[in-house]
């Protein structure tokens, strides 16, 4: 199977019909991301999304490779430990699952995540331009645009901060497992290669070694606690 890449943006991109929503953590896997695109509560979870506007499944899911790394930090109240954020100025590849949905699906996916009532659709004119967006001062408020792959723009979204401004935090096992799960369902990576990934990734880093992540995939783990419900702060 493929692994794409982003090729760099090249001036100002038209307002696109569609987009690649490039997802690097729980988002991988297609049942969750199905709670945010068609409404309902994703399994193991006690938050209920509202759903996008449009509840069409992405036309297309392939694995991408984007400059930057994966790093864990701040305190997830799901999964306790450090959560995934995306640093694109860090030196680095990160690996991820590209989606193709529409604008709109993605205004509201990212509504969803910043805690925010989806059916606006957000103005995307300065991240095509600039390849960056602050919309808030939230946790996955800042949209990015690593490039486009077939001429199409690829968007995710992180924190305002970088690698260097936070403290890195480790990660639970459980959320190591489904992070890695997601990564085995995007098709091109093997566990070794995958457990090594993770491992390697600032907050995982010194904390979890690649045959500890390799158990996971095949240890049972206590079920995430509950999702806590919605909040001022983006949180996941």
Known sequence: MVVHTAAPLNGELPAPERVWYASYGSNMH???????IAGGTPAGGARRYPG????????????????????FATESPIWTGGRAFYD???AGRMRGRAHLITASQMSDIAAQEMYREPGTDIDLTRVLREGRDELGAG??????????????????????WTLQDVEPRTPSGAYLRYLAGG???SGPW???????????????????????????????????????????????
């Not at 946790?139 to 305002?160: D, M, Q, S």
């Not at 090594?196 to 095949?218: K, N, R």
């Open 52 to 71: 996008c506007r449009d509840h069409r499944a992405p036309e297309q899911s392939v694995a991408v490779e984007l400059d930057g790394s994966l790093y």
């Open 190 to 236: 093997q566990e070794q290669d995958i457990a090594d990934y993770l491992a390697a990734s600032p907050g995982a880093a010194g904390h979890w070694t690649p045959p500890q992540i390799l158990d996971l995939l095949t240890t049972d783990l206590p079920p995430a606690p509950p999702h806590p419900g919605p909040r001022r702060t983006n949180g996941r």
């Open 30 to 36: 297609l049942d969750r991301l199905a709670a945010y």
């Open 139 to 160: 946790r996955y408020e800042t949209l990015i645009c690593p490039g486009t792959i077939g001429g199409v723009p690829v968007l995710t979204f992180t924190a305002p």
């Open 88 to 90: 694109p100025t860090a």
């Open 183 to 185: 990564l085995l369902e």
